[in-house]
């Protein structure tokens, strides 16, 4: 199974600020038909998941540019400007290449 | 709007049996595959099975490979997960999804003796 190795556990942020998380592979994330199946979700507390990004670096609809995705390969970065206070939660890659799918370990946004 | 809507959760003992139901609409229920995922208390997120929108193809997670059977019924637009020998290690919320972008508010099973 692939591995999704997600850093950091944690983060303590003050609105406004930037963050990054970062999602490594255990093998190359690239599938036959060229596309790279990486998500990144969002879980707000007490809430389901939600998918903010897909395919690496596309948008979902109604996600705030904020947002972006970027990475090839192996090595995968979510990037979140100007934080505010609704991007609080847990943030989780999800890899959609190879059966089984896996997520990472979550990174969790905290206000610090 | 899209919407998914588990059922049958509950608390039940090791080595029984559990069904869960995921009602569908606001889309095109049988054009779509459609995924279990399910989230152990204060754990992260684990994806466990995937059937094609035609139930041509199922795919499984090892952790519920030969105990789980997932399976779908289109007309119904109903995805169902039927969960046999069930063990401490399955209690979770579980959720059901469409295209990973459309999540279920989750249904939770709890098992305990």
């Known amino acids: 199974d692939v591995v999704m190795t997600q850093t950091p556990p944690s983060l303590s942020v003050a609105i406004g600020q930037s963050v990054s998380i970062s999602c490594k592979s255990s093998q190359s994330l690239v599938a036959s038909d060229k596309n790279t199946y990486l998500n990144w979700l969002l879980q707000s507390p007490g809430r389901s998941p939600k998918r903010l990004i897909y395919q690496v670096s596309k948008l979902d609809s109604g996600v705030p540019d904020r947002f972006s995705g970027s990475g090839s390969e192996k090595d995968f970065t979510l990037k979140i400007s100007r934080v505010e206070a609704e991007d609080l939660g847990v943030y989780y890659c999800?890899?959609?290449?190879?059966?089984?799918?896996?997520f990472g370990a979550g990174t969790k946004l905290e206000l610090k | 709007e899209v919407q998914l809507v588990e059922s049958g959760g509950g608390l039940v003992k090791p080595g029984s049996s559990l069904k869960l139901s995921c009602v569908a609409s606001?889309?095109?229920?049988?054009?779509?595959?459609m995924h279990w995922i399910r989230q152990a208390p204060k754990k992260g997120l684990e994806w466990i099975a995937l059937i094609y929108y035609d139930s041509s193809n199922k795919y499984y997670a090892d952790s519920v490979k030969g105990r789980f059977t997932i399976s779908r019924d289109n007309s119904k637009n109903t995805l169902y997960l039927e969960m046999n020998s069930l063990r401490s290690e399955d209690t979770a919320m579980y959720y059901c999804?469409?295209?990973?972008?459309?999540w279920g508010q989750g249904t939770l099973v709890t098992v305990s003796s």
């Open positions: 999800l890899q959609g290449t190879h059966l089984p799918y896996t």
């Open positions: 999804a469409k295209s990973l972008l459309w």
């Open positions: 606001g889309f095109t229920f049988s054009s779509y595959g």
